[in-house]
């Protein structure tokens, strides 16, 4: 992907995408939470004419090459390039209709948590050779409506009581979005792994359990999920309880 084709995807679109929907629009203008913090008021501005966004608490805003910077935290723009070019086939043209909705009505309505048990969800995990069982005890499925349709995907629930959700053709997420941090019971481990995403965490338990199918040892150390690489410096204060990450 070069910088000229980055630049042609709408950023509402891009933000739809990563599970970030505005809260209201007022012309041209589209108002998001922030996508780098939680915040209980919109100050993330998204001209929908320019295709450039403002956050109003960090004081900064740029195109959809400097939003993604912001949230992959680096400015290495191959390395840019590449996390954008990844989500594209996510990506898909959106519309908001707003009217007469609060601005604090959820994406996500008449949501349903149940036990993972969808055959489409169940096919899409086999696909991407995550065993069955281990996805079953870490995740749930959500069934929800959006936009007046019925949707369901496997859910990933993080330590805020939000879900990282995904299925073969959405990834997104049922705020609010937060890290996951999965502790072990009994002694308290000193070593814990840590992923950017719930998929690499199932992919990492699946290869385990191959290699290992005897003395996996799973439960040997905690792990903790960032759900968003914008979500590192929210890691930092449980890691500092580890001796080994």
Same mark, same amino acid.
Request: aromatic share 14%; glycine share 6%.
């Given at each position: 992907? /070069?910088?000229?084709?980055?630049?042609?995807?709408?950023?509402? #679109?891009? =933000?739809?995408?990563?599970?970030? *929907?505005?809260?209201?629009?007022?012309?041209?203008? !589209?108002?998001?939470? @922030?996508?780098?913090?939680?915040?209980?008021? &919109?100050?993330?501005?998204?001209? /929908?004419?320019?295709?450039?966004?403002? #956050?109003?608490? =960090?004081?900064?805003?740029?195109?959809?090459?400097? !939003?993604?910077?912001?949230?992959?935290?680096?400015? +290495?723009?191959?390395?840019?390039?590449?996390?954008? &070019?990844?989500? /594209?086939? +996510?990506?898909?043209?959106? $519309?908001?209709?707003?009217?007469?909705? *609060? @601005? $604090?009505?959820? $994406?996500?309505?008449?949501?349903?948590?149940?036990?993972?048990? *969808?055959?489409? =969800?169940?096919?899409?995990?086999?696909?991407?050779?995550?065993?069955?069982?281990?996805?079953?005890?870490?995740?749930?499925?959500?069934?929800?409506? +959006?936009?007046?349709?019925?949707?369901?995907?496997?859910?990933?629930?993080? &330590?805020?009581?939000?879900?990282?959700?995904?299925?073969?053709?959405?990834?997104?997420?049922?705020?609010?979005?937060?890290?996951? +941090?999965?502790?072990? *019971?009994?002694? &308290?481990?000193?070593?814990?792994?840590?992923?950017?995403?719930?998929?690499?965490? =199932? @992919?990492?338990? /699946?290869?385990?359990?191959?290699?290992?199918?005897?003395?996996?040892?799973? #439960?040997?150390?905690?792990?903790?999920? !960032?759900?968003?690489?914008?979500?590192?410096?929210?890691?930092?204060?449980?890691?500092?309880?580890?001796?080994?990450?």
């Amino acid at each position: 992907m /070069t910088i000229e084709e980055a630049k042609s995807i709408r950023i509402a #679109d891009y =933000l739809y995408s990563l599970g970030y *929907s505005p809260v209201k629009q007022q012309g041209i203008n !589209l108002w998001y939470k @922030s996508p780098f913090r939680e915040e209980s008021e &919109a100050s993330f501005k998204v001209n /929908t004419e320019r295709e450039q966004w403002y #956050d109003f608490g =960090l004081g900064k805003g740029g195109n959809i090459i400097a !939003l993604a910077a912001h949230l992959y935290a680096t400015d +290495h723009i191959p390395y840019i390039l590449k996390r954008i &070019a990844e989500q /594209t086939p +996510h990506v898909r043209p959106v $519309s908001f209709s707003f009217g007469k909705q *609060s @601005s $604090s009505e959820p $994406s996500f309505q008449q949501l349903e948590i149940v036990p993972l048990s *969808s055959p489409a =969800l169940l096919a899409y995990l086999q696909s991407r050779r995550i065993n069955i069982e281990l996805a079953k005890r870490e995740c749930s499925e959500a069934r929800f409506t +959006h936009n007046g349709k019925r949707y369901f995907a496997i859910a990933f629930l993080n &330590a805020s009581g939000g879900f990282e959700v995904r299925n073969r053709y959405f990834k997104g997420c049922i705020a609010p979005k937060e890290i996951s +941090h999965i502790r072990q *019971s009994g002694k &308290a481990r000193n070593t814990c792994y840590v992923f950017e995403g719930f998929m690499d965490y =199932l @992919s990492f338990l /699946t290869l385990r359990q191959e290699s290992c199918p005897n003395y996996p040892e799973l #439960d040997g150390q905690d792990y903790i999920v !960032l759900n968003s690489v914008s979500n590192v410096n929210k890691a930092l204060y449980p890691l500092g309880n580890y001796e080994r990450i």
